[in-house]
């Protein structure tokens, strides 16, 4: 008797199949899935054969990848996109970009900017994001609203915001977004203190506690300038690492962001702990911070990640170029061309990331049992051609304007390179109306 074929919500039919753990291409496979996980992944004629699926996509010339995962964002900060570029970090944060949130920033502002980041993250092929901003619950909304997966932080100051007046606040309000949110099956949230320099020991020790209570990474910048650790040693005695080790914030659940000045001791400290590191290489390089030591780092087992940082100081939130240039970047630093191929720069954009936020089980490879957070690239332009390795091309050769489709947990949210039902015509006249507005306070 012939066996009846499995009916599936969707079958997806690439030319190759980068799955990323384990480490292969395949060529002529096909990827199942069924109530949003992915439930097989086989030749395509055995797949044929074996399922039925409501909806078939043949992509003839494209690589399916994992979702990407951007370790590190400031999503709503999109608003502020090219409104103060070629300035070094601490003169674009304290002349210009506190001024305009302390003027601009509120929940409105931060539904319709992060709409806006989750618009363009989609369509290049992000599907999950890090965010460290105000207004967590206003974020969480707009990302649901897309469909996105998200880890929205708690942020924390010590000094006042139009969002909250102390940590104490911060810690409250964010506490409280947390716990409306927390059934929701794409939206969680990580410890955010911003930086060694505008925390207190007794606010971190406060957050060592909470990630311990909460089971929460815990996501920070750390070492993204000379001057920063400048001044740690100058305060506190040791570097910022050295400090965040001794407060006890250093462990597996510590996010690491830029680390671009580290010490060999500093790296030691952060390989020691298990800890990650969201590398951000077009940020430090158009902030001027420098280059992390991201090949050392890899030789020490630190689990690295790529994040896109803002689009106020990148401006693109765009991972297929993180991926392009941390490769780059890697090979002209240490004069090893050998370092950071193609395979591990795709590794960075998925599957680490989702393991420094707690989500390694879930997504970042296309293994049957995840979700099914999946991505179809197209090699079929003249500048993709010829193609004698996918991988190689998908990080040297493609581009974000090569995403065609973008799976999240099954659901189609970007089909033929157009998101799927965002509302556009709404978010566009929100952006005309917030572009006005911070150019008049800008030219006053």
């Given at each position: 008797?012939?066996?009846?074929?499995?009916?599936?919500?969707?079958?997806?039919?690439?030319?190759?199949?980068?799955?990323?753990?384990?480490?292969?291409?395949?060529?002529?496979?096909?990827?199942?899935?069924?109530?949003?996980?992915?439930?097989?992944?086989?030749?395509?004629?055995?797949?044929?054969?074996?399922?039925?699926p409501e909806k078939r996509v043949v992509l003839e010339e494209h690589?399916?990848?994992?979702?990407?995962?951007?370790?590190?964002?400031?999503?709503?900060?999109?608003?502020?996109?090219?409104?103060?570029?070629?300035?070094?970090?601490?003169?674009?944060?304290?002349?210009?970009?506190?001024?305009?949130?302390?003027?601009?920033?509120?929940?409105?502002?931060?539904?319709?900017?992060?709409?806006?980041?989750?618009?363009?993250?989609?369509?290049?092929?992000?599907?999950?994001?890090?965010?460290?901003?105000?207004?967590?619950?206003?974020?969480?909304?707009?990302?649901?609203?897309?469909?996105?997966?998200?880890?929205?932080?708690?942020?924390?100051?010590?000094?006042?915001?139009?969002?909250?007046?102390?940590?104490?606040?911060?810690?409250?309000?964010?506490?409280?977004?947390?716990?409306?949110?927390?059934?929701?099956?794409?939206?969680?949230?990580?410890?955010?203190?911003?930086?060694?320099?505008?925390?207190?020991?007794?606010?971190?020790?406060?957050?060592?506690?909470?990630?311990?209570?909460?089971?929460?990474?815990?996501?920070?910048?750390?070492?993204?300038?000379?001057?920063?650790?400048e001044e740690s040693h100058r305060l506190h005695g040791v570097s910022?690492?050295?400090?965040?080790?001794?407060?006890?914030?250093?462990?597996?659940?510590?996010?690491?962001?830029?680390?671009?000045?580290?010490?060999?001791?500093?790296?030691?400290?952060?390989?020691?702990?298990?800890?990650?590191?969201?590398?951000?290489?077009?940020?430090?390089?158009?902030?001027?911070?420098?280059?992390?030591?991201?090949?050392?780092?890899?030789?020490?087992?630190?689990?690295?990640?790529?994040?896109?940082?803002?689009?106020?100081?990148?401006?693109?939130?765009?991972?297929?170029?993180?991926?392009?240039?941390?490769?780059?970047?890697?090979?002209?630093?240490?004069?090893?061309?050998?370092?950071?191929?193609?395979?591990?720069?795709?590794?960075?954009?998925?599957?680490?990331?989702?393991?420094?936020?707690?989500?390694?089980?879930?997504?970042?490879?296309?293994?049957?049992?995840?979700?099914?957070?999946?991505?179809?690239?197209?090699?079929?332009?003249?500048?993709?051609?010829?193609?004698?390795?996918?991988?190689?091309?998908?990080?040297?050769?493609?581009?974000?304007?090569?995403?065609?489709?973008?799976?999240?947990?099954?659901?189609?949210?970007?089909?033929?390179?157009?998101?799927?039902?965002?509302?556009?015509?709404?978010?566009?006249?929100?952006?005309?109306?917030?572009?006005?507005?911070?150019?008049?306070?800008?030219?006053?």
């Open positions: 008797m012939k066996d009846t074929p499995e009916t599936i919500d969707l079958l997806i039919e690439p030319s190759w199949v980068a799955a990323v753990d384990p480490d292969v291409v395949l060529e002529n496979h096909a990827v199942a899935v069924h109530a949003g996980r992915i439930v097989a992944l086989l030749p395509d004629g055995e797949a044929r054969k074996r399922f039925n690589i399916l990848i994992p979702g990407l995962v951007n370790l590190h964002t400031h999503a709503a900060m999109s608003l502020m996109r090219g409104l103060a570029d070629d300035l070094p970090l601490m003169e674009w944060l304290q002349k210009h970009i506190w001024p305009a949130e302390a003027a601009h920033v509120s929940p409105q502002y931060v539904y319709d900017g992060t709409r806006l980041a989750c618009a363009e993250m989609l369509l290049g092929g992000t599907t999950c994001f890090n965010d460290m901003y105000f207004f967590p619950d206003a974020a969480a909304t707009a990302a649901a609203e897309l469909g996105m997966r998200a880890r929205l932080g708690i942020t924390m100051l010590e000094f006042p915001t139009p969002y909250a007046s102390d940590a104490d606040d911060y810690i409250k309000k964010g506490l409280a977004a947390h716990e409306q949110w927390r059934t929701h099956p794409l939206i969680g949230f990580c410890l955010a203190p911003h930086a060694p320099y505008t925390v207190s020991d007794a606010t971190f020790g406060r957050i060592v506690t909470l990630a311990e209570q909460l089971n929460m990474p815990i996501h920070c910048h750390i070492h993204e300038t000379r001057h920063e650790i910022s690492l050295a400090r965040l080790k001794r407060l006890g914030l250093l462990g597996p659940g510590f996010i690491g962001v830029h680390a671009v000045h580290l010490a060999e001791d500093d790296i030691q400290l952060m390989a020691a702990a298990g800890a990650s590191v969201a590398h951000c290489p077009t940020s430090n390089l158009k902030l001027a911070s420098g280059i992390a030591p991201v090949a050392r780092m890899r030789q020490l087992g630190i689990n690295v990640g790529l994040g896109t940082d803002g689009a106020a100081s990148n401006n693109r939130l765009d991972m297929f170029g993180e991926m392009r240039l941390a490769a780059l970047l890697a090979k002209g630093s240490t004069g090893d061309a050998s370092v950071l191929p193609a395979r591990e720069a795709l590794r960075m954009a998925t599957l680490n990331g989702a393991q420094a936020l707690g989500l390694g089980d879930e997504i970042g490879s296309i293994t049957p049992g995840k979700a099914a957070d999946l991505v179809a690239v197209s090699l079929k332009g003249l500048n993709t051609k010829p193609c004698y390795d996918p991988l190689s091309h998908l990080v040297h050769a493609a581009g974000r304007e090569c995403v065609t489709h973008v799976w999240i947990t099954g659901k189609c949210c970007v089909d033929h390179k157009s998101i799927v039902g965002n509302g556009q015509n709404d978010l566009e006249s929100s952006l005309a109306l917030w572009q006005n507005r911070l150019e008049v306070r800008r030219e006053s």
